[in-house]
């Protein structure tokens, strides 16, 4: 077997620093979790086996992570790094060839660059390479010391440093390639001497013959969270990849500093982005558009040239050359055709509107289908639920409501329908007006009690 390579990705750890009662590597990040992230650093690697070490949340980490060709393993009690690797020695038996081990809290790590970490490593013939960086700030990491023709010697973690030790700032990125082999050899002879009592994977080190370092280019990408002042910064140093490759790409953002975007959303140039602006999940938006300031879209598709303003939309779709907003709501299943208007306080759910149709002010449509060129008046309500269940409402081509109307579904209007302002409209309408409100009634002499003479 040799020449293949396997992964163990660690994440049985405690998360202490995190303060959390959810496992450290499930805690969310830019649109995934960081052990996602972590795996999918993977992702450009023929893996012959995937192992995820699992211990604190073993089985939410299991519940939210599991997919094909990734096995569980569980280290029951927290003793180390190299303890959880050692629980998965029964499981590569006879295994001969490369090991990458990574941490399981390192989410910034790009595919290429574990690629290249296996590559050298197999250049050098080393027994292991490991992942280094030297950081201007290189507290809280081990560090690397370097021997002759740059052999790594050993890591000694932070806490175990001296002082003068704690001045190199060649830092463990904590992701190794190992020649499994060699590395079964001498894990059981790892020691819990040190300042946690517990068993360090770096420890490994020294004790095989041949170990190299490969220095990243992007110290970022080795980046480790066991905190959530890390989380954030973390999540700031992803956003700003996002942007800065939807930027040259021909995004204009207006500030960065004041927008967050998943990688997993797709943008056309020549859209403009402005702040206060959040796009997340599958959210596509078609060329010269502009989007925000103030707003969120989510899984949501937007042909070009559309203007969205002050808006919230989850899971819906939006045409070419609409403007949504200010302060619109297009929840899941909200479909706007081409040219229409959504405007001041307007909430759209699970509807289907036709191109050309303007809802302007203060309107609610739900469980419905909206033809072309219709008009809803300011105020009008679609009465989709009677307390108990939602009711569809059918709505044709060129409908115009009056204000404050009340269309209670179930209820079908035909084309060109009118309704009269402040009509509550319960029954069909196949053509014409409608006019479903009672008549006004003046009385020119009438008085308050109060003002009332005795004679009338
Ligand atoms: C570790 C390295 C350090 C390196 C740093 C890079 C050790 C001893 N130290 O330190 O040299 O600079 O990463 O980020 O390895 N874990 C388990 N089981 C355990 C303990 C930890 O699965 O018993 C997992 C954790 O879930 C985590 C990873 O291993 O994903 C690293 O553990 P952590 O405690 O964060 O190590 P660091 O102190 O950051
Ligand atoms: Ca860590």
Known sequence: MSGQLAAIVLAAGKGTRMRSTLP????????????????????????????????????????????????????????????????????????EGEVLVLNGDAPLLRPSTVAYLVEKHRSFGADATILAARLAAPGGYGRVFLGAEGRVRQVIEDRDCTAE????????GGVYCFRWPALTTVLPALSAENDQGELYLPDALPMLTHVRAVAVEDPQEIFGINDR??????????????????????????????????????????????????????????GGCRIGPGTLLEDTVVGTGTEILYSVLHRSRVGA?????????????????????????????????????????LSYVGDARVGEQVNFGAGTIVVNYDGKHKHHTEIGDGVRTGAN????????????????????????????????????????????????????
Not at 236 to 261: A, F, Q, Y
Not at 345 to 356: C, F, L, M, S
Not at 410 to 437: F, H
Request: aromatic content about 4%; glycine content about 10%; some cysteine.
């Open 405 to 456: 109307s009340c269309l209670v579904a179930p209820l079908k209007l035909g084309d060109g329908v009118t309704v009269a302002a402040g009509s509550t409209v319960t029954e069909d309408v196949p053509s014409g007006l409608v006019i479903a409100r009672s008549r006004q009634v003046v009385k020119p002499d009438w008085k308050a009690p109060y003002e009332r003479t005795e004679d009338g």
């Open 321 to 361: 050359h609409s403007t949504v907003g200010p302060y619109s709501h297009l929840r899941p299943g909200a479909d706007v055709g081409s040219h229409c208007r959504v405007g001041n306080y307007v909430e759209i759910k699970n509807a289907t509107i036709g191109d050309h149709t303007n809802a302007a002010h």
């Open 24 to 95: 450290k590597v499930l805690h969310p990040l830019a649109g995934s979790t960081i052990l996602e992230r972590v795996l999918a650093a993977l992702g450009e690697l023929a893996l012959a086996e995937c192992f995820i070490v699992v211990g604190q949340g073993a089985d939410l980490v299991r519940g939210r992570i599991a997919r094909p060709g990734v096995q569980f393993v569980e280290q029951t009690e927290q003793r180390g790094t190299g303890h959880a690797v050692q629980q998965v020695i029964p499981h590569l038996e006879g295994f």
């Open 229 to 286: 002042v890390q989380l954030a910064q973390a999540s700031r140093i992803l956003n700003e990849r996002t942007l800065v490759r939807l930027m040259l790409s021909g995004v204009t953002i207006v500030d960065p500093l004041r927008v967050t975007i998943d990688e997993t959303v797709e943008i056309e140039p020549d859209v403009v982005i402005e702040p206060e602006t959040h796009l997340r999940g599958a959210t596509r938006i078609a």
């Open 165 to 172: 030790q704690r001045r190199n700032d060649l830092i463990n």
